[in-house]
């Protein structure tokens, strides 16, 4: 990879790390969950629509396979940018899967309070306990 590229890569995982969630007031008390969407895979913006539609599927699939979520809002620390998403009850391994499975560069797990955050597609960066999940809740 190009020197330009892997400091694209680099760029991209401070842009994940600078998040906050919208959670609403009826979250769950999930033991360990995840904090996935199906939107823009691989950082390529797609259509409102388009994303809508790749949200849907997801959905459909969590209710199918029974995996317990409610709907999240992840985005960055003055929500100019945001994306639906979605917390989902699950492992680090069923969550890297799904990740995987609908194109996401990177996801954030919550387990013991703790807010990490792993990459899938992308290289050159390692898992990273950013804090309390708490600290980056937002209204």
Do not use: H
């Amino acid at each position: 990879m190009k020197k330009k590229q892997i400091a694209q890569v680099f760029a991209l995982w401070e842009k994940y790390k600078a998040v906050k969630f919208r959670i609403g007031t009826s979250f769950p008390d999930f033991q360990a969950f995840a904090i996935v969407t199906a939107y823009n895979p691989k950082s390529i913006l797609y259509s409102e629509k388009t994303n809508q539609l790749r949200q849907q599927k997801l959905c459909r699939y969590l209710e199918k396979s029974q995996l317990k979520y409610r709907r999240v809002v992840a985005g960055n620390t003055d929500f100019t940018y945001f994306e639906p998403s979605l917390a989902i009850e699950t492992n680090i391994a069923q969550a890297s899967n799904l990740a995987k499975l609908y194109g996401q560069n990177a996801i954030y797990f919550v387990i013991d309070e703790n807010l990490f955050l792993l990459p899938i597609l992308v290289k050159y960066v390692e898992k990273e306990n950013l804090g309390k999940f708490a600290d980056f809740i937002c209204e």
